[in-house]
Nanobody, 129 residues
Framework: QLQLVESGGGLVQPGGSLRLSCAAS????????IGWFRQVPGKEREGVSC????????YYADSVKGRFTISRDNAKNTVYLQMNSLKPDDTAVYYC??????????????????????WGQGTQVTVSS
C-alpha cells in the first residue's frame, strides 16, 4: 500500500525556519515526481514546490521562491522542504504527494496538481509571533 507521511511542521516565529519531511512506504520514490502543496481553510490548495524524479527539474511558486528549497534523498525514500524566512502567510497545512512521471513539465504538474494520486495526511505549519 502506497503511503506518504509528512512530518516537521509546527509553530515558528516570523523569520524562522522549518524542514518538512515526506517519507514514503510501500513504494520507492525514485520514479515519482514529488510535490509539496499547502492549503488554508477557505482557500484553494496551492502547489508550493515540486521535484522531478531525476532531480533535474524543480518548481517553486513565486511566493516561496528564494526562501524554500525542495530536495530528495532516494536512498532514504524521503523528500524534504526546507523553509527559511518564514512569513505569517506561509501558515497552512502542508501536504506532500506523488505522481508517476513526469507526464509533462514539473511546473505544469505542480500548478495543475493533476496526476498526483497519492497524498499524505498533512502537517500544520503556523508562523506567528
Amino acid at each position: 500500500q502506497l503511503q506518504l507521511v509528512e512530518s516537521g511542521g509546527g509553530l515558528v516565529q516570523p523569520g524562522g525556519s522549518l524542514r518538512l519531511s515526506c517519507a514514503a512506504s510501500g513504494f520507492t520514490l525514485d520514479y515519482y515526481v514529488i510535490g509539496w502543496f499547502r492549503q488554508v481553510p477557505g482557500k484553494e490548495r496551492e502547489g508550493v514546490s515540486c521535484i522531478s524524479s531525476s532531480v533535474h527539474s524543480t518548481y517553486y511558486a513565486d511566493s516561496v521562491k528564494g526562501r524554500f528549497t525542495i530536495s530528495r534523498d532516494n536512498a532514504k525514500n524521503t523528500v524534504y522542504l526546507q523553509m527559511n524566512s518564514l512569513k505569517p502567510d506561509d501558515t497552512a497545512v502542508y501536504y506532500c504527494a506523488a505522481a508517476e512521471g513526469p507526464v509533462t513539465t514539473v511546473q505544469a504538474m505542480c500548478v495543475t496538481q493533476y496526476f498526483f494520486g497519492s497524498w499524505g495526511q498533512g502537517t500544520q505549519v503556523t508562523v506567528s509571533s
